[in-house]
């Protein structure tokens, strides 16, 4: 399985981005989906996440009410939409899927099989 993401770059404090990432498995409907960053120096840390069926979400404590999560299976795409950047969401961020039957969503990266090769974001003032 390979994961294709686009979408990073540069934004001012304040403004937005959409990350996308697309898949290449054929039955991306059944894998739950999360997007994680890693900033310099730190550790790979889990951004959001989304169940199979998209119904429901989870969001870190630091992006919450600002980013958005969202899947469309058919076209075997994921998305992050980054609201009211701030500098400290500067990172490479990821994409990942995990096969799941559960109907769970997944917070650690070691519970994801595939991953994307990574997008820069940049927020500066």
């Known amino acids: 399985v390979q994961l294709q993401a686009s979408g990073g770059g540069w934004a001012q404090t304040g403004g937005s981005l959409r990350l996308s990432c697309v898949s290449s498995e054929r039955t991306f409907r059944n894998y739950a989906v999360g997007w994680f960053r890693q900033a310099p120096g730190k550790e790979r840390e889990v951004v959001a996440a989304?169940?199979?069926?998209?119904?429901?979400?989870y969001y870190a404590g630091s992006v919450k009410g600002r980013f958005t999560i969202s899947r469309d299976s058919a076209e075997k795409k994921m998305y992050l939409r980054m609201d009211n950047l701030k500098p400290e969401d500067t990172a490479i961020y990821y994409c990942?899927?995990?096969?799941?039957?559960?109907?769970?969503?997944?917070?650690?990266?070691?519970?994801?099989?595939?991953w994307g090769q990574g997008t820069q974001v940049t927020v500066s003032s």
């Open positions: 989304i169940t199979v069926s998209g119904g429901d979400t």
């Open positions: 990942a899927t995990k096969r799941d039957c559960t109907g769970s969503y997944w917070l650690q990266a070691w519970d994801y099989t595939n």
